[in-house]
């Protein structure tokens, strides 16, 4: 069955550890994001990536970092700068990324500082 | 800039009855595309309907119908004969041209609880 898979559903994490998220996609799609959902709010976007080896800034990418060497995959790592990482966090794809493409998403990865 | 608004922060419904989720949004792109997605408590993002801003008609899946008013600028989801399963936050979410990352935008959503 295609669709995405992250890992791991729920991460723990001491302050002052970097953590990475795992991302990937057997839906052969070029565009990847990774979004944040705090408590009660809408999705804000972290990351983006469009092609392989290439990605760009979302809304809020401080003390957040990604890499897209493979199409299939494109994890998100939680650096110690960022200030509040707990919350939801949620990867999605997409064919390119025009008007009409529909973004599929995966089950999250909730993740909690200590 | 894009924007999405969502004005109902919860919303009850009778099981069987229809529902309607307002979602109002503002762009300045004459090309655009208008999603609603259901998230159920375990969090995953599942996908209901797409209305493009170019389509005539009114977009329809199932029970899920779009009632699109362009000039309103609005794009509200109605939910036909609720379900129990229906129970779930509803997100309307929106995306501008490909030059833009192909990224959405979405609402601060609303909580539906359908009442037996």
């Known amino acids: 069955d295609g669709g995405i898979t992250q890992s791991p559903k729920y991460l723990f994490r001491k302050e002052g550890q970097n953590v990475t998220l795992s991302c990937e996609q057997n839906l052969n799609h070029d565009a990847m994001y990774w979004y944040r959902q705090d408590p009660g709010q809408g999705l804000r976007l972290i990351y983006y990536?469009?092609?392989?080896?290439?990605?760009q800034k979302g809304d809020i990418a401080e003390g957040y970092s990604v890499s897209r060497e493979k199409k299939e995959s494109f994890p998100l790592t939680v650096t110690s700068a960022q200030k509040n990482p707990t919350a939801f966090y949620l990867c999605?794809?997409?064919?390119?990324?025009?008007?009409?493409?529909?973004?599929?998403f995966g089950p999250g990865t909730r993740l909690t500082v200590l | 800039a894009q924007k999405i608004t969502q004005t109902q922060p919860g919303m009850f419904v009778q099981e069987k009855e229809a529902v309607t989720l307002d979602c109002t949004y503002d762009?300045?792109?004459?090309?655009?595309?208008l999603f609603w997605y259901k998230q159920p408590s375990s969090g995953e993002m599942i996908f209901l309907i797409y209305q493009g801003s170019y389509d005539q008609q009114n977009a329809t899946e199932g029970r899920y119908s779009l009632n699109f008013q362009k000039a309103r600028k609005s794009a509200n989801l109605v939910i036909s004969a609720s379900q129990l399963g229906d129970s779930a936050m509803y997100f309307c979410a929106m995306r501008g041209s490909f030059y833009q990352g192909g990224k959405l935008i979405f609402g601060q959503g609303t909580e539906l609880s359908v009442k037996p």
């Open positions: 762009t300045s792109d004459p090309s655009y595309g």
């Open positions: 990536s469009q092609i392989v080896n290439d990605f």
């Open positions: 999605a794809s997409n064919t390119r990324g025009n008007r009409t493409d529909t973004q599929y």
